[in-house]
């Protein structure tokens, strides 16, 4: 199932996004994915589900998508850019599914009345992300982003030992191939993003909530798929999170973190197929 391209112009700028299969595939899931991610992330649960219609866009700044010019790169400026992108789509009251900091934007927009069939939420942050192991390295590492001129922010920001340093942390499966393949995807894609500033906004509003925040307010049935040892979005948060939401279920992939989308694609993709049969 090879996806095809799409530009569309949203709210002065102009995004990509991909389109796997066609409405006549069967049911439309969007899919947002993670900070500093784009559409190739998802890819591999995406590619497990040829029997679905899949659309992925770059998240605005990130990927092939320029950054945004009439919205803040914050939650809510990103939910504005996701009900927009929706609506121009024709894709209003579909199946929404967000990754990682994907959740938040997902979340947070149907909480704030963005019209959803369901919502299916990967690695979901639930708990403060600003209590995360690390993240006082990772503020210093965007503080010096801040500070420094456009040219030297990229190089600073691209810096490849970082990005093998956060691959390397992520990465929980021993399979030396996969765990070659995960390092191959972040060198590729971690890096693809608008400016500096739009990195920075958006590492800002990645620490600015949590989904548990807005979980009350979510009347769609919810899957949440969580990893058993994920240290970004801690197991525990996540039954938390499962108790707060009116309509959820959770579903636990053992020995993954942070990286379902990569390391255990099948299992993901498993759980979102029966979610939805049990939707239709």
């Known amino acids: 199932m090879e996806p095809v391209a799409h530009d569309i112009e949203l709210l002065g700028s102009t995004a990509r996004y991909w389109e796997y299969g066609t409405p006549a595939s069967g049911p439309t899931i969007v899919v947002v994915h993670g900070y500093r991610g784009d559409h190739h992330g998802l890819e591999p649960v995406v590619k497990l589900l040829p029997d679905f219609h899949v659309i992925s866009p770059d998240l605005p700044g990130f990927g092939t998508s320029m950054p945004m010019t009439e919205q803040p790169h914050s939650i809510d400026g990103y939910g504005v850019w996701l009900r927009a992108f929706l609506e121009a789509t024709g ?11 994907g959740s938040i934007v997902v979340s947070h927009a149907v909480a704030g ?22 993240i006082g390295a990772t503020r210093f590492y965007y503080a010096v982003a801040r500070r420094l001129p456009e040219r030297a922010a990229r190089a600073w920001l691209s810096n490849p030992l970082i990005v093998q340093g956060m691959s390397v942390k992520l990465a929980k499966t021993r399979d030396r191939e996969l765990r070659t393949f995960i390092h191959g995807q972040h060198h590729a894609h971690f890096s693809s993003f608008g400016s500096r500033a739009s990195v920075v906004e958006g590492f800002d ?17 919810v899957l949440l798929v969580a990893g058993e040892r994920d240290e970004v979005a801690p197991l525990a948060g996540q039954f938390a999170l499962l108790e707060t939401f009116p309509d959820a279920r959770l579903d636990v992939i053992p020995g993954v973190g942070h990286l379902i989308h990569y390391e255990t694609p099948a299992a993901a993709a498993h759980a979102v197929r029966a979610f939805v049969t049990d939707l239709l």
Request: charged share 10%; hydrophobic share 50%.
């Open 205 to 221: 509003a990645s620490l600015s909530t949590t989904v548990a925040a807005v979980a009350a307010g979510i009347r769609q049935p």
């Open 91 to 101: 894709l209003t009251g579909a199946i929404l599914l967000g990754h990682s900091f």
């Open 113 to 134: 009345g963005l019209p959803a069939r369901a919502v299916i939420l990967v690695n979901p942050i639930a708990d403060d992300p600003a209590k995360v192991t690390g």
